[in-house]
């Protein structure tokens, strides 16, 4: 059985964009173009979650033939 620390962190790191621009399109981080803008605040979470999910799988224990 094998895990997958990349996809793990590459999960991490997609789940950390998402969290960043789900907070600039609530306009609760300030100082870019992206703050106030209800796209991010929609596209950010969908974002996260799929950072989410890559950790999942990236955590999961595989059978390994």
């Known amino acids: 059985m094998k895990r997958s620390p990349v996809q793990v962190a590459v999960g991490v ?5 998402g969290l960043v621009w ?3 399109g609530l306009g609760y981080l300030a100082g ?3 703050t106030g803008v209800t796209t991010w605040a ?3 979470p969908v974002v996260a979650v799929v950072g989410v999910v890559l ?3 990236g ?3 595989r059978r390994v033939p």
């Open 59 to 61: 955590l999961r224990r």
């Open 32 to 34: 870019s173009a992206m």
């Open 13 to 17: 790191v997609v789940f950390a964009v």
């Open 55 to 57: 950790i999942v799988r």
């Open 22 to 24: 789900t907070l600039q």
């Open 42 to 44: 929609v596209v950010g």
